[in-house]
């Protein structure tokens, strides 16, 4: 069974940094696409990044320059580091990945940026 939990989210300053993680089981950081998305109450879910199989990140307009995804296989781990950080950017963030046509997600991690 595929779960995916975040962590790394917290309250930061506009101009703030922070490393979101997602720690993989059930499936593979390597062999699926592996997403990042955020969420803020009353509003779709919106993409961010995607990290390839091989390796290729792709990024929304809105966060290119800023966030970076990366991964470390040998925990089976996808990351999100997010830099200048602006109030926009709060949301919840969620990790996802699609294995065998079913999505999925985790909880999700809260980032709150203050002005």
């Known amino acids: 069974q595929v779960h995916l939990v975040e962590s790394g989210g917290g309250l930061v300053q506009a101009g703030g940094s922070l490393r979101l993680s997602c720690v993989a089981s059930g499936t593979s950081t390597r062999s699926y696409v592996m997403g990042w998305y955020r969420q803020v109450p009353g509003k779709q879910r919106e993409w961010v990044a995607e990290?390839?199989?091989?390796?290729?990140?792709n990024y929304a307009d809105s966060v290119k320059g800023r966030f970076t995804i990366s991964r470390e296989i040998a925990e089976n781990t996808v990351y999100l580091q997010t830099n200048s950080l602006a109030p926009e950017d709060t949301a919840v963030y969620y990790c996802n990945v699609i294995q065998w046509g079913v999505n999925y997600w985790g909880k999700g991690t809260l980032v709150t940026v203050s002005s």
């Open positions: 990290m390839q199989p091989g390796g290729s990140a």
